[in-house]
């Protein structure tokens, strides 16, 4: 149990640097356009604030600080709220797209700390005074040698189970429609590679940003290809990235003000279809668990 505040930590760190880009996005560097300049009420540089404390959290966590767990489970609620609740208030035209989309991005790891910071917790609890302290620690305890004599046989290690056939390709289907939205989104946008764009500029910032769907499509599509094989930790990124999706298309279309009746069908649609791929991938992980415990269940059985 050594390793099960790992992936907390890790996600942490990667908190941590959303906030430092988000920071740099908003123009918050020496000669940038928000360096205490009264841009964003001055707000935008409270993120850098935001990612020293996370660090320094992170660091006290690492240390095996069940306090500081405890602590960040808090962090994690208020940054839950608070970062998408800034990037509507202070969001377009003011704020750039790509710095929106940050902040739903660090809400969403935001969410998966908290869920996987209070499952530590509550494990370390359910548990005794020496495992305990082995699992707030990012290093367990050194075994005491073993004679060879002594030693049992070395049981199989089991290899992580796949995905059934069936979910697999349930996976693999409504990535590829909702990629094949995101495509076509970009296409009635009129960002259409190698060809006149109805004099749409190309990028990072309000009406020229609608190429980045093209990226997203890129992004789905990878992650997927892991997740479909039944990696854990794909899974779980797949998820996320499908919750970021549901938010981004469902309100995207209020910030950049679209009245294009077809693109908003397509914003609402991948809403949808983002949607029905964060309930298929909830739905494998808790397969995967459940896949383990029947094992143990017929094993006794025979």
Partial sequence: ???ALRPVVLLMLLASVLFVVDGVLDGVYPGGPAWFTGKFRNLAEISYVFAILNTLVAYLVARGSERSLMARIGLSAFFLVERPLTAFLLGPP????PAVIVHIATAVVELVILVSAV?????GHSIGDDEMASLFGLQGPSPMPVPASDQDDPAPRQGAPGLPKRTAWLLGIITILLAAVLVA???VSGFVPGFASG????????????WLVYLFAIVVLTVAARAVHGGTLALRLL???ALLFVIERAFSPFALRI?????LV???LGAFVALALALACASAIRAQRANPQDGVASLEAA
């Fill in 94 to 97: 003011d704020k750039d797209l």
């Fill in 266 to 268: 397509l914003h609402e």
């Fill in 185 to 187: 989104d970009g296409v």
């Fill in 199 to 210: 004099g749409r500029e190309w990028g990072l910032s309000g009406d020229a940003s609608g």
């Fill in 1 to 3: 149990m050594a390793g």
């Fill in 119 to 123: 499952r530590v917790w509550r494990l």
């Fill in 259 to 263: 009245v294009d009746p077809i693109a």
């Fill in 239 to 241: 998820l996320a990235t």
